[in-house]
């Protein structure tokens, strides 16, 4: 496993992260299609056996089991000094006023939340889930430095926002000489590239690493197009974000590569991300052994700028998604 540190931050992170979104109890209501505890463990003593120690959850994520889980685990499996635990916050979690956005109320109501389900006394990475837009920036940004003030958050990220938006928190921490973003985990992939046209030259001048999200655009770029699974056809963000048809020559193209290649279309996929400079850590959840492989595999695969002319040609402007 190769190592990068998070944007321009000190902090050194795998360049792959393991998504935990896919980890949670069965029986809360709305959990969809999680792995329940016993059938997680394994994808964690794999991460660690293939050298990814950056582990990414949120607080809305099953209800909080989530996170219950991957505290459990990291006691169980690793050692809390070797990990790079992350969390989220912004989406309700309950009815009360700390219970959802970014006011000062919710952020420090829902560290300490996050912090007993996960078993720690601090976070690593604490990011907001999405931005909010009835609360001021100036309280967001105040109340998030307050945290790792009280060591309770070493750095603090951000997720899916318009470019201007990021911009202004950012802005705003700086006027206030407070602690600003390391990162932005937006989501970015083959089929989905409008981050490149505002947010990621922002990254690179404000020093921002990019964690990116649905790499695999929920398993649309890891098999053919015709391909479908069980889950294809009943799990909601899947057919929200990925079955547009113009998804479907870039897919024949990654099968085209992958091919030719002798390789998994999702190393090939994954291989496509890490020639952007800004992303450090794509976010892989597994619900199969070969997820994590396929995902450290791609690490080392170089594409030749052909087949990255390849991959990118069927490419046609859409509408961002995720930022809600």
């Not at 016993?38 to 003593?45: C, I, L, S, V, Y």
């Not at 505290?71 to 000094?81: D, H, M, P, S, T």
């Not at 926002?161 to 921490?173: P, R, V, Y």
């Not at 079955?243 to 090939?268: D, L, N, S, Y």
Request: some cysteine; charged content about 20%.
């Amino acid at each position: 496993m190769e190592y990068t540190r998070l944007g321009h931050s000190g902090l050194r992170v795998s360049r792959i992260a393991l998504g935990c979104m896919s980890f949670g109890q069965p029986s809360e209501p709305g959990a969809g299609w999680p792995l329940a505890e016993e059938t997680a463990g394994p994808f964690f003593r794999q991460a660690l056996d293939l050298g990814i120690t950056f582990w990414d959850t949120a607080n809305v994520y099953h209800n909080g089991t989530s996170e219950e889980i991957v505290g459990r685990a990291l006691k169980k499996y690793a050692r809390r000094e070797d990990i790079v635990l992350a969390t989220k916050v912004y989406f309700p979690v309950h009815d009360g006023p700390g219970g959802s956005g970014l006011s000062r109320k919710a952020i420090l109501e829902q560290i300490d939340v996050s912090l007993s389900r996960l078993g720690v006394d601090y976070v690593d990475l604490y990011q907001i889930h999405r931005f909010d837009p009835n609360t001021p920036a100036e309280e967001t940004m105040e109340a998030l430095h307050d945290v790792v003030r009280a060591g309770k958050v070493r750095y603090l990220g951000a997720s899916s926002m318009w470019a201007w938006q990021f911009a202004k928190l950012q802005h705003t921490a700086e006027l206030g000489g407070w602690t600003r973003f390391v990162s932005m985990q937006n989501q970015y992939s083959l089929v989905q590239r409008e981050e490149e046209r505002e947010m990621f030259g922002l990254l690179a001048d404000q020093g921002v690493g990019s964690i990116p999200w649905s790499p695999l655009a929920k398993g649309w770029l890891a098999r053919p197009w015709n391909t479908r699974t069980s889950r294809t056809g009943t799990d909601e963000l899947t057919q929200r974000y990925n079955t547009e048809p113009e998804h479907k020559p870039i897919v024949e193209a990654v099968e085209q590569v992958a091919a030719a290649r002798g390789v998994p279309m999702a190393q090939v996929a994954l291989a496509w991300l890490f020639r952007n400079p800004s992303v450090a850590a794509p976010i892989v959840g597994p619900s199969k052994p070969e997820h994590l492989a396929d995902a450290a595999a791609a690490t080392t695969l170089e594409l030749t700028d052909e087949e990255v002319a390849l991959l990118e040609r069927p490419y046609t402007p859409r509408l961002p998604s995720g930022y809600a």
